[in-house]
């Protein structure tokens, strides 16, 4: 059987064992979130020996010439020597500007990195808490005018990372992990055609920051954004759209609850066949929203779409 190292520390595992379920077996506690090569959490760096790789594409070239694999994805196949991602060493610092209730259950969390983070809006980024938990957040501030990551937690259940971010205060320490993309991003060759975007509750928070980075690049075409929520209250950024939409007539603004959808949903038509619709929140409503986006006659490749996933 492969011998599976870490620092000083070595033990044997069946040949094929999932990687992240070795380490975790043998005590090492590598975090995970939605073991699909899709949240990044579980970041682990190869320093001697090469796992199977099930999502080679999931990090970029430079990840993975620096030996960063994502251990949910890999199978110890031979001796293999890692280091687990440590927060402390590998991730960027930063500090808490402001924490803030926008709702009962969504909390608005605005960090200060150590440096300056270069990213796009509809990007994640993996937040280390400071006893070690580790979850994906989109971000939802704009790059490059806002000089805070802004990010909206759904805390209206119990969460090891929402456990924590509900006690944190103005100057506390946090650690940022890995930045990636999904496929939520804003094209430049988008500008005359008309854009739909729609959430569902905290998948607001990259569509917030899209729809900003459109306007700012002066979105001609006409904008739709839908935000669906579990009721009337749960609309957490109600006046900030209102307040867009009323400085930025092309955009229009549907504010809807699960007994508004359905009716909502069958008026959608399109007004060209050149509409982007962007979308994001749970796999259900977002697997809803696509559904009656292709009925409309949307083609499929102008549908780009993120889920959120409980941890598994």
């Known amino acids: 059987m492969p011998e599976l190292c870490v620092g000083e520390r070595c033990w044997t595992v069946p040949a094929g064992s999932n990687l992240l ?6 005590g090492c506690l590598v975090p995970y979130s939605c073991r699909a090569g ?27 010439e620096q030996g960063w694999r994502l251990a949910c994805q890999c199978q110890v196949v031979d001796d293999l020597r890692v280091a687990v991602f440590d927060p402390q060493h590998d991730g960027l610092p930063a500090r808490v500007s402001e924490v803030q209730w926008l709702s009962a259950g969504v909390l608005r969390l605005r960090l200060q990195p150590e440096r300056p983070l270069r990213y796009r809006a509809g990007q994640h980024l993996v937040l280390w808490s400071a006893q070690g938990v580790a979850r994906p957040y989109s971000l939802a501030s704009m790059p490059g005018e806002e000089p805070f990551l802004e990010f909206h937690l759904d805390c209206r259940h119990p969460g090891a990372f929402c456990d924590e971010a509900r006690q944190l205060q103005a100057g506390d320490a946090v650690r940022l992990g890995e930045l990636r993309g999904g496929a939520l991003h804003y094209d430049a060759d988008w500008q005359e055609r008309p854009l739909w975007l729609l959430a569902a509750g905290t998948g607001l928070a990259p569509l917030w920051g899209i729809a900003r ?67 994001c929140g749970s796999p259900a409503s977002v697997e809803q929203f696509a559904r009656r986006l292709f009925l409309a006659g949307l083609p499929r490749n102008q549908l780009f779409a993120d889920t959120f996933t409980g941890r598994a």
């Open 213 to 279: 980075e459109a306007l700012r690049q002066e979105h001609h075409g006409p904008m739709r954004l839908l935000h669906l929520a579990h009721d009337n209250q749960a609309h957490y950024l109600a006046g900030e759209l209102a307040a867009l939409a009323g400085r930025h007539p092309q955009l229009q603004v549907e504010l809807l609850t699960p007994q508004t959808l359905p009716q909502a949903l069958a008026a959608l038509r399109l007004q060209s066949r050149q509409t982007i619709a962007l979308a």
């Open 38 to 64: 899709s949240c990044h959490a579980c970041l682990v760096r190869c320093l001697d020996g090469e796992p199977g790789d099930a999502l080679p594409g999931a990090l970029g070239a430079d990840k993975r």
């Open 21 to 26: 379920d070795a380490l975790n077996g043998g």
